[in-house]
Protein backbone atom coordinates (compact mmCIF):
# COMPACT_ATOMS: atom_id res chain seq x y z
CA UNK A 1 0.00 0.00 0.00
CA UNK A 2 2.12 2.57 0.17
CA UNK A 3 3.84 4.28 -2.41
CA UNK A 4 7.26 5.90 -1.50
CA UNK A 5 8.98 8.20 -3.47
CA UNK A 6 11.95 8.34 -3.11
CA UNK A 7 14.64 11.51 -4.36
CA UNK A 8 18.22 12.60 -4.29
CA UNK A 9 20.75 14.30 -6.04
CA UNK A 10 23.16 12.11 -8.41
CA UNK A 11 26.64 11.32 -7.82
CA UNK A 12 26.09 11.76 -3.52
CA UNK A 13 24.58 8.06 -2.81
CA UNK A 14 26.03 5.69 -5.44
CA UNK A 15 24.43 2.71 -5.49
CA UNK A 16 22.23 3.56 -2.05
CA UNK A 17 19.27 3.95 -3.00
CA UNK A 18 18.44 0.23 -2.69
CA UNK A 19 19.41 0.07 0.66
CA UNK A 20 18.16 3.44 1.51
CA UNK A 21 14.75 2.38 0.24
CA UNK A 22 15.12 -1.40 1.84
CA UNK A 23 15.44 0.53 5.45
CA UNK A 24 12.36 3.00 4.30
CA UNK A 25 10.63 -0.40 4.13
CA UNK A 26 11.44 -1.89 7.38
CA UNK A 27 10.81 0.93 9.09
CA UNK A 28 7.18 1.31 7.88
CA UNK A 29 6.65 -2.32 8.56
CA UNK A 30 8.04 -2.08 12.18
CA UNK A 31 6.19 1.55 13.38
CA UNK A 32 3.17 1.91 11.28
CA UNK A 33 1.86 -1.19 10.84
CA UNK A 34 2.52 -1.55 7.22
CA UNK A 35 2.66 -5.39 5.66
CA UNK A 36 5.12 -7.59 5.30
CA UNK A 37 6.10 -7.84 1.60
CA UNK A 38 3.91 -4.74 0.89
CA UNK A 39 7.27 -2.86 -0.91
CA UNK A 40 6.92 -0.51 -4.06
CA UNK A 41 8.85 2.64 -4.74
CA UNK A 42 10.31 4.94 -7.11
CA UNK A 43 13.78 6.23 -6.38
CA UNK A 44 14.95 9.14 -8.37
CA UNK A 45 18.38 10.82 -9.07
CA UNK A 46 18.79 14.82 -9.74
CA UNK A 47 21.05 16.69 -11.21
CA UNK A 48 22.06 19.74 -8.71
CA UNK A 49 19.24 21.99 -10.32
CA UNK A 50 16.65 19.63 -10.17
CA UNK A 51 16.69 19.14 -6.44
CA UNK A 52 16.40 22.23 -4.33
CA UNK A 53 16.48 22.48 -0.81
CA UNK A 54 17.09 25.00 1.70
CA UNK A 55 20.17 24.54 3.79
CA UNK A 56 19.11 25.53 7.41
CA UNK A 57 15.21 26.17 7.47
CA UNK A 58 14.83 25.25 11.27
CA UNK A 59 17.80 25.33 12.34
CA UNK A 60 18.79 21.90 10.17
CA UNK A 61 22.35 21.93 8.36
CA UNK A 62 21.45 20.36 4.72
CA UNK A 63 23.92 19.34 2.43
CA UNK A 64 23.57 18.25 -1.03
CA UNK A 65 23.11 14.56 0.34
CA UNK A 66 19.48 15.52 1.13
CA UNK A 67 17.00 12.75 0.71
CA UNK A 68 13.43 13.04 -0.02
CA UNK A 69 11.20 10.89 0.65
CA UNK A 70 7.62 11.05 0.18
CA UNK A 71 5.17 8.22 1.16
CA UNK A 72 1.58 7.99 0.01
CA UNK A 73 -0.04 5.79 2.71
CA UNK A 74 -3.58 4.83 3.66
CA UNK A 75 -4.72 7.00 6.20
CA UNK A 76 -5.08 6.30 10.45
CA UNK A 77 -1.84 5.70 11.67
CA UNK A 78 -1.22 8.28 14.80
CA UNK A 79 0.58 11.11 15.48
CA UNK A 80 3.05 8.82 17.91
CA UNK A 81 3.53 6.32 15.03
CA UNK A 82 4.68 8.42 12.39
CA UNK A 83 7.04 10.23 14.97
CA UNK A 84 8.12 6.85 15.33
CA UNK A 85 8.20 5.99 11.89
CA UNK A 86 10.63 9.26 11.30
CA UNK A 87 12.81 8.62 13.97
CA UNK A 88 13.96 5.06 12.97
CA UNK A 89 14.29 5.67 9.08
CA UNK A 90 16.59 8.77 10.33
CA UNK A 91 18.51 6.32 13.01
CA UNK A 92 18.78 3.51 10.33
CA UNK A 93 20.13 5.40 7.80
CA UNK A 94 22.24 7.30 10.04
CA UNK A 95 23.48 4.16 11.61
CA UNK A 96 23.57 1.69 8.38
CA UNK A 97 24.63 3.99 5.99
CA UNK A 98 26.63 6.68 7.60
CA UNK A 99 23.77 9.46 6.21
CA UNK A 100 23.50 13.13 8.27
CA UNK A 101 20.10 12.53 10.13
CA UNK A 102 19.78 16.26 8.78
CA UNK A 103 19.76 15.42 5.46
CA UNK A 104 16.02 13.22 5.86
CA UNK A 105 13.17 14.53 4.55
CA UNK A 106 9.73 13.04 4.84
CA UNK A 107 6.10 13.70 4.27
CA UNK A 108 3.38 11.55 4.00
CA UNK A 109 0.03 11.96 1.95
CA UNK A 110 -3.04 9.86 3.40
CA UNK A 111 -5.20 8.04 1.34
CA UNK A 112 -8.74 5.95 1.63
CA UNK A 113 -8.21 2.59 1.48
CA UNK A 114 -10.24 1.99 -1.23
CA UNK A 115 -8.01 4.19 -3.04
CA UNK A 116 -5.50 1.23 -3.90
CA UNK A 117 -5.43 -1.51 -6.70
CA UNK A 118 -2.27 -4.08 -6.12
CA UNK A 119 -3.51 -5.90 -9.70
CA UNK A 120 -6.35 -7.84 -11.20
CA UNK A 121 -7.69 -4.18 -11.67
CA UNK A 122 -9.41 -5.11 -7.91
CA UNK A 123 -9.86 -2.80 -5.14
CA UNK A 124 -8.31 -5.23 -2.79
CA UNK A 125 -8.84 -3.30 0.67
CA UNK A 126 -12.26 -1.79 -0.10
CA UNK A 127 -14.55 -3.23 2.25
CA UNK B 1 -8.42 17.74 -13.30
CA UNK B 2 -6.92 14.61 -12.74
CA UNK B 3 -2.84 14.78 -12.84
CA UNK B 4 -2.02 11.37 -13.80
CA UNK B 5 1.91 10.02 -13.20
CA UNK B 6 2.34 6.83 -15.15
CA UNK B 7 6.26 4.81 -14.02
CA UNK B 8 7.24 1.81 -15.26
CA UNK B 9 10.73 0.58 -15.63
CA UNK B 10 12.66 0.95 -19.24
CA UNK B 11 12.91 -1.28 -22.21
CA UNK B 12 9.70 -3.38 -21.23
CA UNK B 13 6.71 -1.38 -22.65
CA UNK B 14 8.79 0.02 -25.48
CA UNK B 15 7.11 3.13 -27.16
CA UNK B 16 3.90 2.02 -25.23
CA UNK B 17 4.08 4.63 -22.58
CA UNK B 18 1.19 6.85 -24.70
CA UNK B 19 -1.02 4.08 -25.29
CA UNK B 20 -0.75 3.29 -21.85
CA UNK B 21 -1.30 6.86 -20.73
CA UNK B 22 -4.69 6.67 -23.42
CA UNK B 23 -6.04 4.23 -21.79
CA UNK B 24 -6.00 5.44 -18.64
CA UNK B 25 -7.32 8.45 -19.72
CA UNK B 26 -10.53 7.21 -21.68
CA UNK B 27 -11.24 4.76 -18.75
CA UNK B 28 -11.64 7.55 -16.23
CA UNK B 29 -14.22 9.01 -18.80
CA UNK B 30 -16.62 6.40 -18.55
CA UNK B 31 -16.13 5.07 -15.06
CA UNK B 32 -15.19 8.16 -12.76
CA UNK B 33 -16.91 11.17 -14.56
CA UNK B 34 -13.60 12.79 -15.81
CA UNK B 35 -14.29 15.31 -18.20
CA UNK B 36 -13.73 15.18 -21.98
CA UNK B 37 -10.17 16.80 -23.07
CA UNK B 38 -9.05 16.52 -19.29
CA UNK B 39 -5.71 14.96 -19.83
CA UNK B 40 -2.79 15.48 -17.91
CA UNK B 41 -0.18 12.98 -17.61
CA UNK B 42 3.64 12.95 -16.71
CA UNK B 43 4.94 9.28 -17.95
CA UNK B 44 8.97 8.26 -16.48
CA UNK B 45 10.67 5.41 -16.99
CA UNK B 46 13.22 4.02 -14.81
CA UNK B 47 16.40 2.03 -14.59
CA UNK B 48 15.83 -1.19 -12.54
CA UNK B 49 16.95 0.02 -9.56
CA UNK B 50 14.88 3.07 -9.85
CA UNK B 51 11.56 0.95 -9.37
CA UNK B 52 10.84 -1.51 -6.67
CA UNK B 53 8.15 -3.62 -6.31
CA UNK B 54 7.27 -6.67 -4.44
CA UNK B 55 6.67 -9.92 -6.92
CA UNK B 56 4.09 -11.64 -4.73
CA UNK B 57 2.33 -9.53 -2.28
CA UNK B 58 -1.51 -10.18 -2.17
CA UNK B 59 -0.46 -13.12 -4.00
CA UNK B 60 -0.66 -11.37 -7.08
CA UNK B 61 2.70 -12.21 -10.05
CA UNK B 62 4.12 -8.88 -10.50
CA UNK B 63 7.34 -9.14 -13.48
CA UNK B 64 9.05 -6.22 -14.11
CA UNK B 65 6.54 -5.04 -16.27
CA UNK B 66 4.94 -3.55 -13.65
CA UNK B 67 2.77 -0.21 -14.23
CA UNK B 68 2.31 1.96 -11.42
CA UNK B 69 -0.28 4.62 -11.72
CA UNK B 70 -0.76 7.79 -9.62
CA UNK B 71 -3.58 9.79 -10.39
CA UNK B 72 -4.39 13.29 -8.52
CA UNK B 73 -8.31 13.89 -8.98
CA UNK B 74 -11.23 15.15 -6.80
CA UNK B 75 -12.56 13.56 -4.02
CA UNK B 76 -16.48 12.18 -4.67
CA UNK B 77 -16.07 9.34 -6.50
CA UNK B 78 -17.72 6.47 -4.35
CA UNK B 79 -16.11 3.26 -3.91
CA UNK B 80 -17.69 1.51 -6.57
CA UNK B 81 -16.60 3.80 -8.96
CA UNK B 82 -12.98 3.48 -8.33
CA UNK B 83 -13.40 -0.64 -8.68
CA UNK B 84 -14.78 0.32 -11.80
CA UNK B 85 -11.96 2.56 -13.09
CA UNK B 86 -9.18 0.12 -11.76
CA UNK B 87 -11.25 -2.87 -13.63
CA UNK B 88 -11.11 -0.82 -16.97
CA UNK B 89 -8.03 0.05 -16.65
CA UNK B 90 -6.61 -3.51 -16.34
CA UNK B 91 -8.97 -5.38 -18.73
CA UNK B 92 -8.02 -2.53 -21.36
CA UNK B 93 -4.27 -3.01 -20.98
CA UNK B 94 -4.28 -6.68 -20.88
CA UNK B 95 -6.73 -6.80 -24.18
CA UNK B 96 -5.30 -4.11 -26.40
CA UNK B 97 -2.23 -3.96 -25.52
CA UNK B 98 -1.26 -7.34 -23.95
CA UNK B 99 0.10 -6.92 -20.43
CA UNK B 100 -0.67 -8.25 -17.71
CA UNK B 101 -3.54 -7.56 -15.46
CA UNK B 102 -1.22 -8.68 -12.32
CA UNK B 103 1.31 -5.48 -12.85
CA UNK B 104 -1.12 -2.87 -13.12
CA UNK B 105 -0.90 -1.40 -10.00
CA UNK B 106 -3.35 1.61 -8.78
CA UNK B 107 -3.04 4.21 -6.61
CA UNK B 108 -5.61 7.75 -6.37
CA UNK B 109 -5.30 11.10 -4.33
CA UNK B 110 -8.45 12.61 -3.50
CA UNK B 111 -7.96 16.89 -3.23
CA UNK B 112 -10.68 19.61 -2.84
CA UNK B 113 -11.80 20.82 -6.06
CA UNK B 114 -10.34 24.51 -5.54
CA UNK B 115 -6.85 22.91 -5.50
CA UNK B 116 -6.72 23.39 -9.25
CA UNK B 117 -5.76 26.02 -11.69
CA UNK B 118 -5.64 24.82 -15.51
CA UNK B 119 -3.94 28.07 -16.82
CA UNK B 120 -4.49 31.64 -16.56
CA UNK B 121 -3.91 31.86 -12.77
CA UNK B 122 -7.70 31.02 -12.26
CA UNK B 123 -9.03 27.92 -9.83
CA UNK B 124 -11.46 26.87 -12.11
CA UNK B 125 -13.33 24.60 -10.96
CA UNK B 126 -13.77 26.53 -7.50
CA UNK B 127 -17.41 28.21 -6.77
CA UNK C 1 6.99 22.07 4.42
CA UNK C 2 5.45 22.19 0.76
CA UNK C 3 6.99 19.62 -1.56
CA UNK C 4 7.18 21.49 -4.70
CA UNK C 5 7.12 19.13 -7.99
CA UNK C 6 7.32 21.16 -11.58
CA UNK C 7 7.71 19.48 -14.68
CA UNK C 8 7.90 20.57 -17.95
CA UNK C 9 9.34 19.28 -21.07
CA UNK C 10 13.11 19.40 -22.24
CA UNK C 11 14.26 21.75 -24.45
CA UNK C 12 11.62 24.51 -23.91
CA UNK C 13 12.43 26.43 -20.78
CA UNK C 14 16.23 26.37 -21.02
CA UNK C 15 17.70 27.14 -17.41
CA UNK C 16 14.78 28.56 -16.38
CA UNK C 17 13.82 25.45 -14.05
CA UNK C 18 15.18 27.43 -10.84
CA UNK C 19 13.97 30.71 -12.09
CA UNK C 20 10.86 29.08 -12.26
CA UNK C 21 10.97 27.29 -8.91
CA UNK C 22 12.07 30.61 -7.16
CA UNK C 23 9.04 32.30 -8.17
CA UNK C 24 6.45 29.87 -6.84
CA UNK C 25 8.61 29.89 -3.62
CA UNK C 26 8.08 33.69 -3.63
CA UNK C 27 4.77 33.28 -4.58
CA UNK C 28 3.82 30.97 -1.63
CA UNK C 29 5.35 33.06 1.15
CA UNK C 30 3.47 35.88 0.15
CA UNK C 31 -0.36 34.63 -0.47
CA UNK C 32 -0.53 31.33 1.48
CA UNK C 33 1.76 31.52 4.33
CA UNK C 34 4.56 29.51 4.13
CA UNK C 35 7.95 30.39 5.96
CA UNK C 36 10.90 31.96 4.54
CA UNK C 37 13.33 29.46 3.85
CA UNK C 38 10.94 26.39 3.37
CA UNK C 39 11.86 26.06 -0.14
CA UNK C 40 12.18 22.03 -1.24
CA UNK C 41 11.04 21.30 -4.66
CA UNK C 42 11.67 18.96 -7.29
CA UNK C 43 12.19 19.83 -11.16
CA UNK C 44 12.29 17.36 -13.43
CA UNK C 45 12.51 17.93 -17.70
CA UNK C 46 11.10 15.22 -20.22
CA UNK C 47 10.66 13.71 -23.22
CA UNK C 48 7.89 14.84 -25.39
CA UNK C 49 6.35 11.65 -25.03
CA UNK C 50 6.66 12.00 -21.44
CA UNK C 51 4.38 15.06 -20.27
CA UNK C 52 0.98 14.71 -22.02
CA UNK C 53 -1.33 17.30 -21.90
CA UNK C 54 -4.15 18.57 -23.62
CA UNK C 55 -4.36 21.86 -25.74
CA UNK C 56 -7.78 23.43 -25.63
CA UNK C 57 -9.34 21.95 -22.56
CA UNK C 58 -11.06 24.36 -20.65
CA UNK C 59 -11.30 26.96 -24.00
CA UNK C 60 -7.04 27.05 -22.66
CA UNK C 61 -4.43 27.27 -24.90
CA UNK C 62 -1.27 25.43 -23.90
CA UNK C 63 1.73 24.79 -25.89
CA UNK C 64 4.40 22.47 -25.47
CA UNK C 65 5.99 24.94 -22.53
CA UNK C 66 3.21 23.44 -20.32
CA UNK C 67 4.26 23.61 -17.04
CA UNK C 68 2.89 21.34 -14.17
CA UNK C 69 3.25 22.68 -11.15
CA UNK C 70 2.35 19.77 -8.08
CA UNK C 71 2.56 21.23 -4.82
CA UNK C 72 2.15 19.07 -1.50
CA UNK C 73 1.06 21.61 1.63
CA UNK C 74 -0.35 21.77 5.43
CA UNK C 75 -3.98 21.84 4.75
CA UNK C 76 -5.77 25.14 6.21
CA UNK C 77 -5.63 27.72 3.40
CA UNK C 78 -8.38 29.55 2.05
CA UNK C 79 -10.18 29.38 -1.21
CA UNK C 80 -9.45 32.91 -1.55
CA UNK C 81 -5.36 32.42 -0.53
CA UNK C 82 -5.08 29.71 -2.82
CA UNK C 83 -6.80 31.81 -5.79
CA UNK C 84 -4.29 34.40 -4.99
CA UNK C 85 -1.19 31.63 -5.05
CA UNK C 86 -2.20 30.50 -8.82
CA UNK C 87 -2.23 34.54 -9.59
CA UNK C 88 0.75 35.23 -8.39
CA UNK C 89 2.84 32.37 -10.01
CA UNK C 90 0.90 32.61 -13.14
CA UNK C 91 1.13 36.49 -13.46
CA UNK C 92 5.25 36.29 -12.29
CA UNK C 93 6.02 33.71 -14.79
CA UNK C 94 4.25 35.38 -17.27
CA UNK C 95 6.07 38.65 -16.75
CA UNK C 96 9.50 38.23 -14.86
CA UNK C 97 10.04 34.84 -17.77
CA UNK C 98 7.86 35.98 -20.45
CA UNK C 99 5.76 32.66 -19.79
CA UNK C 100 2.66 32.05 -21.29
CA UNK C 101 -0.43 31.75 -18.25
CA UNK C 102 -2.09 29.85 -20.31
CA UNK C 103 1.21 26.92 -19.61
CA UNK C 104 0.53 27.36 -15.96
CA UNK C 105 -1.03 24.09 -14.38
CA UNK C 106 -0.80 24.05 -10.84
CA UNK C 107 -2.34 21.21 -8.09
CA UNK C 108 -2.59 21.47 -4.51
CA UNK C 109 -1.92 18.20 -2.17
CA UNK C 110 -3.11 18.89 1.11
CA UNK C 111 -1.72 16.89 4.54
CA UNK C 112 -2.21 17.42 8.21
CA UNK C 113 0.45 19.56 10.11
CA UNK C 114 2.00 16.06 11.41
CA UNK C 115 3.08 14.47 8.09
CA UNK C 116 6.46 16.04 7.71
CA UNK C 117 10.08 15.62 9.07
CA UNK C 118 12.20 18.72 8.32
CA UNK C 119 15.50 16.48 9.40
CA UNK C 120 16.53 14.34 12.21
CA UNK C 121 13.77 12.23 11.94
CA UNK C 122 11.75 14.53 14.33
CA UNK C 123 8.01 15.62 13.33
CA UNK C 124 8.83 19.41 14.00
CA UNK C 125 5.09 20.87 12.88
CA UNK C 126 3.22 18.00 15.33
CA UNK C 127 2.15 19.35 18.82
Same mark, same amino acid.
Given at each position: ????? *?? !?????? =???????????????? %????? @?? =?? =? !??????????????? @??? #??????? &????????????????? +??? !??????????? %? #? &??? +? %?? *?????????? %??????????????
Amino acid at each position: MPLVR *ID !FRKGIH =NDLGNKIGAIVYRSMI %ETINV @PE =ND =N !FQIISEHEANGLIYD @PNY #LGIHRSN &GIIIIQVTLNEGRTTDM +KKA !FYKMVSERLHQ %E #L &GLS +K %ED *IFINLVEVKK %ENWSFGHGVAQYAQ
